[in-house]
């Protein structure tokens, strides 16, 4: 079975553009989470989806906006980037919402 | 507030070595425990959880894990490190928090960056 897809993997943006991260969740998992590493650090909490409603948000600016899909993927939007936005952009995904969560590869933004 | 410590931030032990890694959580409730692995440039791959039951819990690699609540600890133990095993490890715990509850966010500790001498 396939795990958990995000693309793309690696992006380069300069300050004040926009980006879209995106994730497909293990095949039958219904929670879609995002969370933000930067180097050095683990990760840290940015949202939380189930059923396509949001369950949940960290400690982020509203710069950081996302959504689910009626087939439960997911897309991470971040406006007007700044340089501390770059990180490893870790997609996890769980059967429901209290269940382990399993990551994807993550996505690489890098802020120029 | 929760939270996670993993107080050691780089451990070097030799090939065939046993391991010890320390977890120290904050948490009101009991917990749901974590530990992931992570090799570099890679997402985070669980080893295994604790959520009930058996204080002792076996996960993937050889790898096992203890839940001593008087300590609020969740140590990760091997018996016999391997080449392989070079990566960083994430104790986590699962929060519940958010609208009415029905989030589980994960708190992640900083990380201990293990190295295997041959």
């Known amino acids: 079975d396939a795990g958990v897809t995000q693309s793309p993997t690696h992006l380069i943006k300069t300050r004040g553009q926009q980006v879209t991260l995106r994730c497909s969740p293990i095949s039958g998992h219904k929670s879609v989470s995002w969370y933000q590493q930067v180097l050095g650090q683990g990760p840290q909490f940015i949202f939380q989806?189930?059923?396509?409603?949001?369950?949940g948000r960290g400690n982020f600016p509203d710069r950081f906006s996302a959504r689910q899909f009626p087939n439960y993927s997911s897309e991470l939007n971040v406006n007007a980037l700044l340089l501390g936005d770059s990180a490893l952009y870790l997609c996890?995904?769980?059967?429901?919402?209290?269940?382990?969560?399993?990551f994807g590869p993550g996505t690489r933004l890098t802020v120029l | 507030a929760q939270s996670v410590t993993q107080p050691d931030i780089h451990i070097t032990v030799s090939e065939g070595a046993s391991l010890e890694l320390r977890c120290n959580y904050s948490y009101g409730a009991t917990p749901y425990l974590f530990w992931y692995v992570q090799s570099p440039g890679q997402g985070l791959q669980l080893l295994l959880k604790y959520f009930s039951g058996d204080t002792l819990v076996q996960g993937i690699k050889g790898f096992e894990a203890e839940f001593k609540r008087s300590q609020s600890s969740f140590n990760l133990r091997k018996p016999s490190v391997h080449w392989s095993d070079a990566a960083e490890y994430f104790c986590a715990v699962g929060a519940a928090g958010g609208y009415g509850g029905a989030t589980n966010k994960l708190i992640f500790g900083t990380g201990t960056l293990l190295a295997v001498q041959p």
């Open positions: 996890a995904s769980s059967l429901q919402l209290h269940n382990e969560q399993f």
């Open positions: 989806y189930y059923e396509k409603e949001e369950r």
